[in-house]
């Protein structure tokens, strides 16, 4: 398993970046490689939820994931198919000065033998992929669009 951890300050209250982050149907905002986000379970979003979503990077592909922790305003965590890799990702959210400092956890196991030996060379890419994402939802929450 790989795990890696990206870590910025958005200035907005950790609140409104915990309600952002807890409607899924905002990925496709601020997640270059994501088409559509929608919910598959009934019920508000919470631990158990369900969640489809498109993908068209690195491959066009449809992944289903789970809420399994929902902690308003401190945590928020899924896991599922995430492109090739199951994934767990954690978002923690704490207060800071001028803002919410957010850590974002991801740990990968790779779905397939192929991807154990590829592993290495992939997970700095997503990370790298991560941090540009991270970075675009911290624009679109301190610009208010």
Not at 35 to 48: A, R
Not at 51 to 80: C, D, M, N
């Amino acid at each position: 398993m790989d795990t890696f951890e990206n870590m910025l300050t958005i200035a907005r209250p950790r609140e409104e970046v915990f309600a952002f982050l807890a409607d899924f149907r905002n990925v496709p905002r601020w997640n270059y490689a994501i088409d559509k986000t929608w919910q598959t379970s009934p019920g508000p979003t919470g631990v158990g939820a369900t969640y489809l979503q498109t993908r068209s990077i690195p491959l066009k592909s449809q992944e289903a994931f789970e809420v399994t922790a929902f902690e308003p305003p401190r945590q928020l965590a899924v896991h599922g198919q995430i492109g090739p890799f199951l994934a767990t990702i954690t978002y923690r959210l704490e207060s800071a000065a001028g803002g919410t400092r957010l850590t974002n956890r991801i740990d990968l196991e790779p779905s397939r033998a192929v991807m154990r030996l590829a592993a290495p060379l992939a997970v700095p890419r997503v990370k790298t992929a991560v941090a540009a994402n991270l970075a675009t939802l911290k624009q679109i929450m301190e610009d208010g669009r």
